[in-house]
């Protein structure tokens, strides 16, 4: 079992910066994709930010402003969220994919308002 701990989520005005970090723990063998996706009121969860084998990906919306990165000796991954919009405002997810399967964060509210 691989466990996730997300952190740094909160609340920020329109234009600010916010950054994520999630760690993970536990059986870890072999970490294939780690990422970020967001479920805003009322929406599906959509995948933000995908780091894989050196390549990463993002939702159209956000690229430009968010960054993803991943510590692989901490087993963590960040993402570094600039130029916030109140668009962005939702519960984002950790998401580890680990050789054991696919794991989840307990989410971690972050609200863009003024």
């Known amino acids: 079992q691989v466990q996730l701990v997300e952190s740094g989520g909160g609340l920020v005005q329109p234009g600010g910066s916010l950054r994520l970090s999630c760690a993970a723990s536990?059986?870890?063998?072999?970490?294939?994709?780690m990422g970020w996706f967001r479920q805003a009121p009322g929406k599906q969860r959509e995948l933000v930010a995908l780091?894989?084998?050196?390549?990463?990906n993002y939702l159209d919306s956000v690229k430009g402003r968010f960054t993803i990165s991943r510590d692989n000796a901490k087993n963590t991954v960040y993402l570094q969220m600039n130029s916030l919009k109140p668009e962005d405002t939702a519960v984002y997810y950790c998401?580890?994919?680990?050789?054991?399967?696919?794991?989840w964060g307990q989410g971690t509210q972050v609200t863009v308002s003024s």
């Open positions: 780091t894989s084998s050196g390549t990463t």
């Open positions: 536990g059986s870890i063998f072999s970490i294939y994709a």
């Open positions: 998401n580890v994919h680990e050789r054991s399967g696919f794991y």
